[in-house]
């Protein structure tokens, strides 16, 4: 949390201006950072991954990003946990990285959603060797991405006692109910 940031967008920029505005009011608060956030429903990378592998032959996913794929419903849970424990400790008000355990890249987190739905037999087309590693300069977008989006999870397990999950857990369990 006390890390320096480089945000590489207007998009970035102004989020960190939101947390620094916030923290400088004096107010107790809580800001959870976290990355690459999706559920069952929605639009998200995981649900975009099992529509184009129904869809496509072969799919190309960027490979020399790093982070961690958060579901919704957990940052929900944790925060159920955290406001009622914040209530009756203000001095926990502040900033916290919340992530799973764990990380990989678009890449290998897009070949664990379709080997899951594959072992569920939800219909694919794209076969099993189908998804291929490719580097952010070969799929050019507007936005710039970080390469690195790791986030260390030790205060927010410190001060509120919580145990992040493996991030493919909830991948798992999420492609499961689709």
């Known amino acids: 949390e006390q890390a320096p940031?480089?945000?590489?967008?207007?998009?970035?920029?102004?989020?960190?201006?939101?947390?620094?505005?916030?923290?400088?009011?004096?107010?107790?608060?809580?800001?959870l950072r976290t990355s690459w956030?999706?559920?069952?429903?929605?639009?998200?990378?995981?649900r975009t991954m099992l529509r184009l592998a129904a869809e496509r032959d072969t799919l190309a996913v960027?490979?020399?990003?790093?982070?961690?794929?958060?579901?919704?419903?957990?940052?929900?849970?944790?925060t159920t946990h955290m406001v009622p424990a914040l209530q009756g400790n203000p001095a926990l008000s502040g900033l916290y990285h919340a992530v799973p355990a764990g990380e990989t890249t678009w890449c290998r987190y897009a070949r664990r959603v379709i080997d899951t739905a594959r072992a569920h037999g939800l219909p694919l087309r794209v076969p099993p060797d189908g998804v291929r590693a490719i580097e952010t300069s070969d799929y050019p977008t507007a936005a710039r991405r970080p390469l690195n989006s790791r986030l260390c999870t030790a205060k927010l397990q410190r001060a509120f006692g919580l145990t992040p999950p493996e991030w493919e857990e909830a991948v798992d369990e999420t492609v499961m109910t689709l």
């Open 62 to 78: 960027i490979d020399d990003q790093v982070g961690v794929p958060t579901h919704a419903d957990w940052l929900a849970a944790i």
């Open 37 to 46: 956030v999706y559920a069952a429903s929605g639009h998200n990378f995981l």
């Open 5 to 31: 940031t480089g945000p590489l967008s207007v998009y970035g920029a102004t989020k960190l201006e939101g947390e620094q505005r916030i923290a400088a009011s004096g107010c107790t608060h809580l800001t």
